[in-house]
């Protein structure tokens, strides 16, 4: 089955710095790539996602690009916010199955 | 528009115990999902479903079962509790599955077994 790598597993930044998690998966097969923030207390909430024939896709301050040779996908966040403190999941989706395999994890801290 | 409801929030059992935890959709989704999550493991996938009278086994099913009767509804049970089995359970669904499989998750029932 699949496996993804999720690096760091905690994070910490200055409010307005950048910030980058990366992941890797293991199966060349898989063409979906979400990612998930969890606020304290909530279940996880897709804030962006990528497919394999699409290299990078921005949404404001936040961004995710694709490496399909490395097999590695990593999302970006411009300048950060305290509000952008959670947990941040990333994801993968073999072609012609219905589950993700879910990284373990990033805790992203912004201090003011 | 509730989205996706568990019941309970919060349970403490004791070893040998049973229960059932209830995850309800009103979104008309095909998918339903369960995971549990401890700490510096992620979400890990029990069991799932592709529609009505169906279920499936993830990653992680031994010591659980589900029955999904109900479109709207996927329920995941504990026969026999082990504190093995204490961890933050979320249920979530999908529209599809075989595309992008967009989940929305539960707020999570926080279970511990003594």
């Known amino acids: 089955g699949e496996n993804v790598e999720q690096h760091p597993s905690t994070l910490s930044v200055q409010e307005g710095d950048s910030a980058v998690i990366k992941c890797t998966y293991s199966d060349s097969a898989s063409n979906y790539f979400p990612w998930y923030k969890q606020e304290l207390g909530k279940g996880p909430q897709l804030i962006i996602d990528i497919r394999s024939n699409v290299g990078e896709k921005k949404d404001q301050r936040i961004a995710v690009t694709l490496n399909k040779t490395a097999k590695h996908f990593s999302l970006h966040i411009t300048e950060t916010q305290p509000e952008d403190s959670a947990v941040y999941f990333c994801?993968?989706?073999?072609?012609?199955?219905?589950?993700?395999?879910f990284g373990k994890g990033t805790m992203l801290l912004v201090s003011p | 528009n509730a989205g996706v409801t568990q019941t309970p929030k919060f349970r403490v059992l004791k070893t040998g115990q049973s229960m059932t935890l209830l995850c309800a959709q009103d979104m008309n989704h095909e998918y339903m999902y369960w995971y549990r999550q401890d700490p510096g493991m992620g979400l890990r996938l029990i069991h799932y479903?592709?529609?009505?009278?169906?279920?499936a086994k993830g990653e992680v099913p031994d010591g659980y079962n589900v029955s999904r009767l109900k479109k709207q509804n996927f329920l995941l049970g504990l026969e026999s509790a082990a504190p093995s089995q204490t961890s933050v359970y979320f249920c979530?669904?999908?529209?599809?599955?075989?595309?992008?499989?967009?989940?929305?998750f539960g707020a999570g029932t926080r279970l511990s077994v003594l």
């Open positions: 994801a993968a989706k073999l072609s012609g199955y219905s589950t993700l395999t």
């Open positions: 479903s592709v529609g009505e009278g169906t279920t």
């Open positions: 979530a669904s999908s529209y599809g599955g075989h595309s992008k499989n967009i989940q929305y």
